[in-house]
């Protein structure tokens, strides 16, 4: 039986914020038909039990190893039925009935597309994390010479960052994350869904950009709000920035022209030795920003984990 809208949550060693996601679904979706299927990951943090026990109408799949983001919400959308896919990250919770409005305003618009919202902080601050702008050599330089942190308000030395834009306004984005991403289910079919070249980190970006090449447009619609933790499922932040790199360094790839792959690359090192720079000036007084040195440091000693780049003396 077919709904509105198949509600795919990939699960990875968060159990109470997987917990609080799926009831913040059944608590605010009450306008559009929905099935919610949740694909756990291997959690060893009893996940897959819990959310069984009080979810028992749920489509669970208990993955016996951790197929990745990409891999885990494509072995998810097989099970769809919906005319929608919304992929919602495990610590999200929604606000103001933000499925019902986004899959209103998706089927009122007359062309496809991909649609996201504005997620905000537990505080309810605004958390930028919902979309970003395309990745090019230059908001590469701008990263790599320190210019999209010393002007993150500015769209021209910020450009994924989109700016000081508080996602308050509906507009035209590049990409949507996928801690909240909408589409059609037939769209999602006919992209391939994700790349499986990603394992964690970049899917989301590489979706977007073959639905624009296919001439399908990403929205933000702000009036869709939820709360986006981010981060919980992985601890260490060098190694979430390496895996954030690899991702980038894999986009360029794909996406780039060939000469300007190696561009990138040295851009992403530049951008962990400037941050290490940077934040070890600031840490001669103050050990916070020592400690984040350090990590940054780390990101570009081993800079050989994501990209090809041949290891120098630092």
Known sequence: MSCDVSILVVSYNTKEETLACIESVYDQTK????????????????SAEAIEKKFPRLTLVKSKKNLGFAGANNVAAEQA?????????PDTVILDQAIDRIVKFARSNSEPGVYGGR??????????????GAPTPWSLLSMGIGFSSMFSRSALFNPEGLGAWQRDSFREVDCITGCFLLLERSLWKELGGFDLDYFMYGEDTDLCLRAR?????????????????????????ADKMI???????QLFQKHWKPHSVKFGANMLVCWAFTR?????TLGVANASYRQRASEWYSVFSRRSEYCDI?????
């Not at 997620?119 to 970003?132: G, P, R, V, W």
Request: a positive charge.
């Open 31 to 46: 306008e559009v038909s929905f099935e919610l299927i949740v694909l756990d990951n291997d959690s060893k943090d009893g």
């Open 81 to 89: 039925t919906g005319e929608y896919v919304l992929l919602l990250n």
């Open 119 to 132: 997620t905000l902080f537990e505080d309810m601050s605004l958390n930028k994390d919902s979309c970003h």
């Open 213 to 237: 090449k296919h001439g399908v447009k990403c929205f933000v619609y702000p009036d869709a709000q939820l709360i986006h933790h981010g981060g919980r499922s992985e601890k260490v932040r």
């Open 243 to 249: 895996r954030l790199f690899r991702a980038k360094h």
């Open 276 to 280: 290490y720079l940077a934040l070890r």
């Open 310 to 314: 041949p290891k120098r003396m630092a």
